[in-house]
């Protein structure tokens, strides 16, 4: 098995090799390339990877398995019959819903027909695509208004552009079974036309560095690389030539259109990558744009390697992938960063092909087979086959997850997203830029998981996508006035009013600053960064450590958070916690009646359900969530208060969710050091009733030292022993001595933090 | 390997022959039973059952399996030393963990010495026992003074029985091993003692039919049992003899001391059991209760053979197992009817030693060997033995759960529970009697399932078991504010009170009665029964039927409830259903400021927050739970309104969840006959970000018949065919013909309902 195996890729190493000579080590008249790029199909599937798949087939488990699945699927919608609906509804409507499924079945069925050397898919193709164009050409814009850029199909240009994505590939599956006559008739009247349509008829969505444009590039481009028309290529790479777009225009969700005048697939590499493939909307976004990207470089990589697009901007599209797999908790599913939908995974399709991908065009990391084993398919081209491959030949390894920093930015500088990871405790902390149309007033929030499982909560956005009922699927008002309104996350509020005023120009030119990311040692992971801009004339400095420590069950959170200020104000610091309130150590009223908190920027949105005075150094809130216990232990005074909130107030169609908070909260205060520590400990079985571990380990929080330097923090056990962790607010680096006498003694060290 | 196994079983089979032989149709003088008996163990593990164990040791996977982990948690508790503190704290606390945790280690190092023949094991449980008697005989009352029994190692003599159950069973284990001296240090100074304080001491927990007494005269027996000490025996069967209590004295949670003058274990089987094996205050306190009875039963059945224990009440101890499995979800978790705490399932160490006892002493049903490879573990005895040596020989078969009614009272003449499956969909309807102290005030109340997950959920109670932070682990005020209300429940609310005005002593003269139960035709699975005495005056007849319908993707639910009164009322109809709100087809104004629904009876712990008013013949509610879609259609008129309302008012330590419910409210009506259809449809998946079959499938639901003798329904759904329900009011026995005219046309069937 092995030994056939070493010859397989031994083999495709040669042929491999044999090709990427012809190509790149010789000079081709172009008339030749063009007779290369004939043989279809070339764009994903490729006349080679085809032979190599037909030659395994019954051999590769994960493949014959996702093969048949398809072929079932495939089969059971022949027998159904073709349906091309006049286009008439908003997303989750009957119309967009089948239109969306043909795109699926098409491409679906071009495999079939390559890979089965099967003609009925072929014809099935073939008449679906014949009935797509008798349609188009009869379409005005869809009916429904809501779009800045309505498509023809859809009532968007970004699920027509998803539409051709995918359809390009079933076409380049049948192309050589269609006539002259027939190609020539599909691509007058539908695919010309229609790549027209998302790009110069609609410049305001196909023009501009955004998702929704990645998607259109790769439509128009992929649709020109199987046409072979280099206009169409040439625009899809670079844009539309000599075109300029309003540069203060906006879109739907309150984005630019074109600030810059960057456009084109290219352009959109550049823009929202950082260096170490972080993507600026976050990963719910990137999951979306990953799709378009990596299947048309794919495309590109296939039919025009000359242009080498795994290695544009130093490779940036594979540590895209690793990035994005790295955005997500211990289930696989991505941190809602930004406008992101709970829930959506690594298990989505398009990290199927982002896994595969990475696979075959990287460096044959086996940590990712055994992800695409999770995943449980493989794409059914020349990448699949290689990660079936290797499952089949039992190479995968697990994929750990690290902790790891992120930067922000086109060239890395603008901030970043760290995440610290200590046994079953991850920590999200966001210091990033805005985050483009997407983005939201969070500055150095945090969200903290357990096992996947959310401690605190970052609220991700309002909106059931692609459920009709709920606003056709779209975004709800409420993502504005709640979602994105900075008292929905877990960061400072000053005087009630958001970041940046929840002005996407004024957040759009700032972003946080890393103070320092430290992660050699395995039982202490620290982020620390500032934040600047968000209220003018103050300053917060968030330093947040995973701590694991012996004396304690679980590592803890320590979560500092620094504020400054030339003015006084009021500063609202809350804690989104999930599940049932245990036990104060302070007391509170419970109102009778619910009001909302406030009458604006998301204040309006919660109800105040109690209220109290802190009355102690330490406050301790503890409270219970799928049978675990976590309390929260954090330094107050008289000055402070408690509110315990709950999301649902103004909400007349009842699109939030009833999720509690509690609210630290100082009145009048120009500095504030906000000093918690967070701690999940033991565990409670509804089965056997017995509760474990369920009290706080924390006997006492302190403050011994805070100054414009350095804070330091005494955090002292039930059984007395005492630990002492001190950050550095400047000067941070790993190589920096420091020195610093608390309480008449004396601690020296180099780098960023102490701790002992 | 099956020969094997034969052989075994046909040895067995003539050792338990000759052993009943000798016990039943001999007539042996007393001294000579009292020898026999003296051949330690006897009682649980027996000296045959050790022979046959160790014979098997290593052969058994999964006895041997839980043998190991036993052994290393024993150990490891040897490793850790004995402590017995001296008795303070509540449950949760300190020493009740500990003394809790004791008796297990007890039981199971007794368990080891028997079966591994290791003295170590003995040693430890003599050392710990002789330190229990050094402190018991310096022990005054327990010092926590809030049970209406107080134990002196626990707070609840309840606890200190438990831990008589189980230390008898290891006294049992080690008697040969002491001295004749340490057994009666330990009898004289400890057990009988402590015998005594539980029983004579402690007659309102000892001498009544309740669950703790169950407990108590377990204990008792069980040592009793081992001390040879027939005084005791018959103390635990037939309560202290002699003794009468207060009639009218009530309990801690406000249930009758000792109404009737019934007591001990032979009463306590024969009162709360149904001849269906139903336990009079549902499955949660079944379980709990099973385990005395079962153990004990076993201990009978071992040294008392010519009892036939098991045979009792018509063999009613190995019914009720089989019924309690039966009161499971498809995840085997406890409907929580009354005072159940979610979560309790057949997981449950009682469980354990139910389905094993189940298995051994009853008919080898091969359903119950799959819920004990579930489990993952046996007893270990010989209980435990033929288990797993029948799960060893590959005999287990899925134990399928049906539709089923189970009768309620003694004599089963008390109402019951009906529990209709149809495929996915589960629906609990109690029509049952009040369920002793732990009963709710919930005539014709219901909870509906989807595999598992609560679809309309019962509150079940407000308390913590266990959770030291909340009320001591205790019962909270609101489980009688709240939990026990009907307005808690899924049933009609008159004038906003509950039923029977939540008198205990009055809703415990009356229960409700079945009209029918019919689940023959797998399609229609129909229960309807009336409840004449919560209201006076007000009659309520209430029929569901989960039907699986060709024109329906899965099984619908019809609930009619039709109530009848000589005085016009308010009627209150809730759905508590889990979830978002995603749709209705009337117009709902939600509340600016949040108040509680009422000031009493449950109601106070209600917020409003929105209503609406009913503006068709058919109103809609749609919700999205769990990634899938709901929708209930109901038949309104222009005098009805909707309540949308949360629990969580009135509640000053945040003890309750906030559920949220839609409540139907009709006011000024004599007679209302509630009609609704609940589907559960289609899907949502938050990683295709795709849902399926979104929309409710009813297109009309109609009322074409309400008499006193019949309610007939007309469903029609969107495709257009129409199905009709015809349920007898009266009258309604599975030969009764029936004949109707509807609209002019004749319908004639037999039997209880009709539906085409």
Excluded at 253 to 276: C, M, R, T, V, Y
Excluded at 319 to 330: C, F, G, R, T, Y
Aim: proline content about 3%; some cysteine.
């Amino acid at each position: 098995m092995k030994n056939q195996f070493s010859f397989i890729l031994i083999l495709v190493f040669v042929l491999f090799t044999i090709y990427s000579c012809k190509n790149e080590s010789t000079s081709i008249p172009d008339s030749e390339i063009i007779n290369t790029s004939q043989e279809h199909p070339k764009l994903i599937l490729t006349a080679q990877g085809v032979k190599d798949i037909r030659a395994q087939l019954g051999k590769i488990p994960i493949f014959d398995n996702t093969l048949a699945k398809v072929k079932e699927e495939i089969d059971a919608e022949i027998e159904a019959g073709i349906e091309v609906p006049i286009p008439k509804d908003y997303s989750g409507g009957y119309t967009h819903v089948r239109h969306k499924r043909n795109w699926v079945v098409l491409q679906q069925a071009g495999l079939l027909y390559q890979i089965l050397d099967d003609e009925k898919y072929a014809k099935y193709v073939k008449n679906m695509l014949m009935q797509y164009e008798a349609l188009y050409k009869t379409l005005p814009l869809h009916p429904k208004t809501r779009s800045y850029a309505r498509g023809k199909l859809f009532w968007q240009c970004l699920n027509d552009s998803n539409w051709l994505v995918y359809v390009s590939q079933a076409y380049d599956c049948i192309y050589n079974y269609l006539s002259k006559e027939e190609r020539n008739k599909l691509e007058t009247n539908l695919f010309r036309p229609f790549a027209d349509h998302i790009s110069i008829d609609s410049p305001q969505f196909y023009q501009r560095v955004h998702n929704h444009s990645t998607w259109g590039n790769a439509a128009v481009g992929m649709i020109g690389l199987v046409m072979d028309d280099q206009e169409l290529i040439d625009r899809a790479l670079y844009g539309i030539k000599d075109l300029k777009l309003d540069a203060k225009a906006k879109d739907d969700d309150g984005g630019f259109l074109n600030k810059d005048g960057k456009a084109g697939f290219l352009a959109n590499i550049e823009e929202p990558f950082s260096p170490d493939g972080y993507y600026n909307e976050g990963p719910y976004y990137q999951r979306y744009a990953m799709y378009p990207f990596l299947i048309f470089a794919e495309g590109l990589h296939n039919v025009k390697p000359e242009l080498k697009i795994f290695e544009y901007k130093e490779g940036v599209l594979l540590k895209s992938i690793n990035a994005l797999l790295n955005l997500s908790d211990a289930d696989g599913d991505f941190f809602p960063l930004n406008d992101g939908q709970k829930g959506m995974s690594y298990y989505n399709s398009a990290l199927v092909t982002a896994v595969d991908i990475s696979y075959h065009y990287g460096n044959q990391d086996p940590g990712l087979l055994s992800i695409a084993k999770e995943q449980n398919q493989v794409l059914l081209d020349d990448s699949g086959l290689a990660v079936a491959l290797g499952i089949k030949n039992g190479k995968e390894e697990p994929f750990n997850k690290k902790s790891i920093n992120l930067s922000d930015g086109p060239k890395g500088t603008q901030g970043g997203i760290a995440i610290l990871r200590n046994q079953d405790i991850e920590l999200v902390f966001k210091y990033a830029a805005q985050g483009s149309s997407h983005g939201h007033y969070d500055k150095l929030s945090y969200s903290l998981y357990e096992r996947g499982e959310e401690v605190i909560q970052d609220y991700g956005l309002a909106r059931f996508v692609n459920i009709e009922q709920k606003g056709g699927g779209n975004y709800l008002k409420e993502n504005k006035t709640w979602a994105k309104q900075t008292i929905a996350h877990n960061t400072v509020t000053q005087n009630e009013t958001s970041h940046f005023n929840a002005k996407y120009e004024v957040g759009s030119q700032h972003h946080s600053v890393l103070n320092y990311f430290s992660s050699e040692n395995k039982n202490v992971q620290v982020a620390s960064a500032k934040e600047s801009n968000a209220y003018p004339g103050t300053e917060m400095l968030r330093t947040m450590a995973v701590i694991n420590d012996e004396d304690f069950e679980k590592p803890y959170l320590i979560d500092i958070m620094k504020v400054t200020s030339d003015s006084p104000n009021q500063y609202d610091y809350p804690f989104y916690y999930f599940g049932q309130v245990l036990q104060t150590n302070f007391e509170y009223q419970t109102k009778e009646t619910l009001k909302a908190l406030g009458s604006k920027n998301g204040y309006q949105h919660l109800y105040l359900e109690a209220s109290a005075k802190a009355n102690s150094d330490n406050s301790k809130f503890s409270w219970f969530n799928n049978n675990k216990f976590y309390t929260l232990t954090t330094i107050t005074n008289s000055n402070d208060e408690f509110l315990f909130a709950r999301i649902g107030a103004n909400d007349p169609e009842f699109n939030l969710r009833r999720d509690p908070a509690l609210i630290l909260r100082t009145k009048n205060s120009k500095d504030k050091t906000f000093v918690s520590v967070i701690e999940s400990h033991g565990s409670y079985s509804p089965v056997s009733e017995s509760a474990i571990n369920s009290n706080s380990s924390i006997k006492d929080l302190e403050v011994v030292l805070d100054t414009e330097a350095y804070t330091a923090v005494h955090i002292t056990n039930i059984n007395g022993s005492t630990k002492l962790f001190i950050t550095a607010n400047k000067n941070a680096s790993t190589e920096t001595s420091h020195s610093v006498k608390i309480n008449d003694k004396n601690y020296e060290w180099s780098g960023s933090y102490y701790f002992n």
